[in-house]
């Protein structure tokens, strides 16, 4: 079994950073990729971020790239989603995922193994 806990949200102005943490704990190989999903209300849940730990891959959306990095901190068994120049419609609750495998072909979709309860992300005008 795989359990996440994510930590970092908050509310900042536009233009602003944050930090989102993923605390995991279980099996190694389930959660070897990490992935980002964000949640507005009245919306679909979309995908952010991913990185595969074999190598390091990482995956962005358009919408994100050059604005948002994945990393994975192995030896604290934590993800990390560093957040800058945030805009209004940045504003979700945002989900760490893990999955034992992937690539670019299916990061997106949110069939992950694992999902934490979600962090509040709110970005002001």
């Known amino acids: 079994q795989v359990q996440l806990v994510e930590s970092g949200g908050g509310s900042v102005q536009a233009g602003g950073s944050l930090t989102l943490s993923c605390a995991a704990s279980?099996?190694?190989?389930?959660?070897?990729?990490t992935a980002w999903f964000r949640q507005a209300p009245g919306k679909e849940r979309e995908a952010v971020a991913a990185?595969?730990?074999?190598?390091?891959?990482?995956y962005y959306a358009d919408s994100v790239k050059g604005r948002f990095t994945i990393s994975q901190d192995n030896a604290r068994n934590t993800g990390y989603l560093q957040m800058n120049s945030l805009k209004p419609e940045d504003s979700a609750m945002y989900y760490c995922?893990?999955?034992?495998?992937?690539?670019?072909?299916?990061?997106?979709?949110?069939?992950?193994?694992?999902w934490g309860l979600g962090t509040q992300v709110t970005v002001s005008s």
């Open positions: 995922a893990a999955e034992a495998f992937c690539n670019e072909g299916n990061w997106r979709k949110p069939s992950y193994l694992a």
């Open positions: 279980g099996d190694k190989f389930l959660r070897s990729c």
């Open positions: 990185i595969y730990a074999v190598g390091g891959d990482t």
